[in-house]
């Protein structure tokens, strides 16, 4: 099997496998895109999506062999007409058939293709593509219909951002009126067919572009002090997070043009984990803490201050690392798996529930154990950070103490490693540790000893609440002083043992 670490891949995907079992729920989806050197096989991919119980996923074309091993595994598939497609299938209704009948109808119903994804960012990268992107729209349309197809596959264009002129406050957002006849004509035709607002949302670039409007806090879902939080002055809306915000801004862009009532599904966003030099903010851990939040946050079906309660479903951006694109080197590392299978950091996806624990924010059935291969220095420096400046609960530990074992450092740093992490993974902690701790699903639990994330931690925290991390960056999850690499390296030889 080419790939090493089918613990590492379950880490990283587990959230699929319980969070869309939830039909009515929003889901959270993944970016399988085509700028890799080395992409694996198509029946390689499908088997991780497969086995971790992925069942959304967003093709940046409509690639056969995909979709062939996509077949009889209920994973809904969007499908794309690439950018360079475009002309063709809106200058020629008969080309638009053609390309429904090759890469649609010749593969359902066993491939479970749910939309169209047509172009992607079409009115802002390829503007003078702009007056055949109704027509393509219609022609694929009128394909479906002739096909029996349209109650099952939907048609939408992905939007970025870049075409809404300032986007907060979020009440006064309108798309760029440029643009205004031919996203009115958008708008009729997605309200016609019943179709989705599909929205490229970044928060990435919101936050660098803003060059510290806004701070990482609030583009990372993590806590923002009320003395700055966002607050929309029309509608007295505070948004704590900036992917709300942009969504909002999709919302009141659209009223602007007098519709309403098409909901938003985020076809795009995520966080890239390794940057050049001027990049500071692609890292590891941002893009961990970033990815990690977002997806509690889509899963709750809180919505958004504009739209409460109404799902976002959202498709993280992306599977694999791109390294063909050009541009900076943040282009090229958004993917949360390589190539061959390991992952590129150790992103949790977390489950619904939570820890009965008051005082614990990480997920039922995650655990941050330590790693036992790791040499007893290093586990003993992790320790004494986990119990001092991380503010871990280690009383447990303590002589007399059900957790305690005074011969074991592995299942002792497990335990306070474990209290760490499952406090403060909401407002971006990690496990790490100087790569001495790795995540599990296997409880580590025993007899009286329960540690958090498991389905019986009923136990109060009578120590110390870490409010978030803190202390050296080696262990903390703010940013790397030194190369990100440094945080892969250990990870990635583990998985090559």
């Known amino acids: 099997m080419w790939w090493r670490c089918p613990t590492a891949i379950a880490l990283l995907l587990l959230w699929l496998s319980t969070t869309n079992n939830n039909a009515s729920g929003a889901f959270v989806g993944i970016n399988i895109g085509t700028g890799v050197s080395n992409l694996p096989p198509a029946s390689g991919i499908v088997s991780i999506l497969q086995a971790k119980n992925i069942t959304h996923v967003r093709l940046f074309n409509a690639d056969h062999q995909m979709l062939t091993a996509l077949a009889n595994t209920n994973i809904e598939v969007m499908v794309s007409v690439p950018n360079d497609q475009l002309l063709r299938v809106g200058q020629s209704r008969t080309d638009a058939a053609d390309w429904v009948n090759k890469n649609v109808a010749a593969f359902v119903p066993a491939t479970n293709i749910t939309s169209i994804a047509v172009g992607n960012e079409v009115l802002t990268a390829l503007p003078n593509a702009a007056l055949v992107l109704i027509p393509a729209l219609q022609f694929l349309q009128s394909a479906l219909l002739a096909a029996n197809l349209n109650s099952q596959v939907k048609i939408s264009t992905p939007t970025s951002m870049d075409l809404i002129t300032k986007p907060f406050p979020p009440s006064t957002a309108q798309f760029n009126s440029t643009w205004n006849q031919i996203m009115t004509q958008y708008l009729q035709f997605l309200k016609n067919t019943g179709s989705v607002f599909m929205l490229n949302a970044q928060p990435y670039y ?292």
């Not at 007098?258 to 795009?268: L, R």
């Not at 009286?448 to 409010?467: K, V």
Request: charged content about 10%; proline content about 7%; glycine content about 10%.
């Open 206 to 497: 919101g936050y660098t572009k803003g060059r510290g409007i806004f701070p990482l806090e609030y583009a990372l879902f993590r806590s923002v002090n009320p003395n700055t939080q966002n607050v929309d002055p029309n509608t007295d809306h505070v948004y704590t997070n900036m992917f709300d915000a942009m969504v909002d801004a999709a919302y009141y862009s659209m009223q602007a043009l007098n519709s309403s009532g098409i909901p938003v599904v985020v076809t795009q966003t995520g966080w890239p984990w390794l940057g050049g030099s001027n990049e500071p903010d692609a890292n590891v851990d941002n893009a961990l803490a970033y990815n990690t939040n977002l997806i509690r946050h889509v899963l709750n079906n809180s919505g958004t201050p504009n739209q409460p309660g109404v799902q976002v479903s959202t498709y993280i951006y992306e599977l694999f690392n791109e390294d063909l694109h050009t541009g900076p080197l943040s282009e090229k590392n958004w993917g949360i798996v390589f190539p061959n299978g390991t992952t590129t950091y150790s992103l949790t996806f977390e489950r619904l529930a939570l820890s009965n624990n008051a005082g614990s924010t990480g997920p039922v059935g995650m655990f941050c154990v330590a790693n036992s291969s790791a040499p007893v220095s290093a586990l003993k420096q992790g320790l004494d950070w986990a119990c001092g400046p991380g503010s871990a609960n280690c009383s447990a530990i303590q002589p007399g103490q059900p957790c305690y074992q005074s011969d074991n450092i592995v299942a002792v740093a497990s335990y306070a490693y474990n209290d760490y992490y499952h406090k403060t993974q909401a407002s971006g902690g990690t496990c790490n540790f100087n790569g001495t701790a790795m995540l599990t699903t296997t409880d580590p639990s025993y007899g009286s000893c329960i540690f958090e994330g498991s389905s019986g931690s009923t136990r109060s925290t009578g120590g110390a609440t870490a409010l978030g991390p803190v202390g050296p960056d080696s262990f903390a999850a703010t940013k790397c002083q030194t190369s990100t690499l440094l945080y892969i390296i250990p990870f990635a030889l583990l998985c090559l043992v």
